[in-house]
């Protein structure tokens, strides 16, 4: 307290008891004036001014040069208009605005005729037909095994009319079955490698960590 030092360091800046001081000093039951700095004092106050202080002569009891006096500057009226502005100057090859490409030296093809040089508001030949779009998006995997039934003209025949119908009846029955059992059995087989492929990706740290 003797020292008027804090440590938030707000006492030694400002000269000024801090609230932590302050709580202090008021517990002591001292007053908070007796801890300020000198500084803030009425008596220092007064004999800073005791000598007093001399006041400076006016412009006109200034002293005159031979020196040539401030010229004042010119009197600058500006254009009628809005005015300009100081961007740098752009080059014969730049375009005037940043987000738009110019029109110059560009290539025009007329939509209606197809060809270049005009539009199809000034053209006068004969509409051309534009070839069709490819569809958008890649094309589907059994794409390539689409075929056109028109192309194809089918008879419905009943069986028994066929006379190898009931000789081959039977083998082709037995041929059907085998068939059958062989992409079940196939089937499956690849049901059994995805849930294995799955459950490796989904636990394949188990090995790491038993």
């Given at each position: 307290?003797?020292?008027?030092?804090?440590a938030?360091?707000?006492?030694q800046?400002n000269?000024?008891p801090?609230?932590?001081?302050a709580?202090?000093?008021l517990?002591?039951g001292?007053?908070?004036?007796?801890y300020?700095?000198d500084?803030?004092i009425?008596?220092r106050?007064?004999e800073?001014?005791?000598f007093?202080?001399?006041p400076?002569n006016?412009?006109?009891?200034w002293?005159?040069?031979?020196?040539?006096g401030?010229?004042?500057p010119?009197n600058q009226?500006?254009?009628?208009g809005?005015p300009?502005?100081?961007?740098r100057?752009k080059s014969?090859?730049?375009?005037?605005?940043?987000?738009?490409?110019s029109?110059?030296?560009?290539?025009?093809?007329c939509?209606?005729c197809?060809?270049?040089?005009?539009?199809?508001?000034?053209?006068s030949?004969?509409?051309?037909?534009s070839?069709?779009?490819?569809?958008?998006g890649?094309?589907k995997?059994?794409q390539g095994?689409?075929f056109?039934q028109?192309?194809?003209?089918?008879?419905?025949?009943?069986p028994w009319?066929?006379?190898?119908?009931s000789q081959?009846q039977s083998?082709?029955?037995?041929?059907s079955q085998?068939?059958f059992?062989q992409?079940?059995?196939?089937?499956?087989?690849s049901?059994?490698q995805?849930?294995q492929?799955?459950a490796?990706?989904?636990y394949?740290?188990?090995?790491w960590f038993?």
């Amino acid at each position: 307290m003797e020292a008027k030092t804090c440590a938030c360091r707000s006492w030694q800046i400002n000269g000024i008891p801090c609230i932590h001081a302050a709580k202090v000093i008021l517990c002591m039951g001292r007053k908070l004036s007796e801890y300020v700095a000198d500084c803030f004092i009425t008596i220092r106050w007064r004999e800073t001014y005791s000598f007093g202080i001399k006041p400076l002569n006016g412009i006109l009891e200034w002293p005159q040069t031979n020196r040539l006096g401030v010229i004042p500057p010119p009197n600058q009226n500006g254009n009628p208009g809005r005015p300009r502005n100081h961007d740098r100057m752009k080059s014969m090859y730049e375009t005037g605005s940043t987000t738009k490409l110019s029109r110059a030296n560009r290539i025009i093809t007329c939509s209606k005729c197809k060809e270049e040089g005009h539009n199809k508001t000034t053209c006068s030949n004969e509409t051309v037909e534009s070839p069709p779009k490819k569809p958008r998006g890649r094309p589907k995997k059994n794409q390539g095994l689409q075929f056109d039934q028109s192309h194809f003209s089918f008879t419905q025949v009943p069986p028994w009319s066929i006379p190898e119908f009931s000789q081959g009846q039977s083998s082709q029955a037995q041929s059907s079955q085998a068939q059958f059992s062989q992409a079940s059995r196939w089937e499956q087989m690849s049901q059994d490698q995805a849930s294995q492929n799955q459950a490796s990706q989904t636990y394949g740290w188990g090995r790491w960590f038993p």
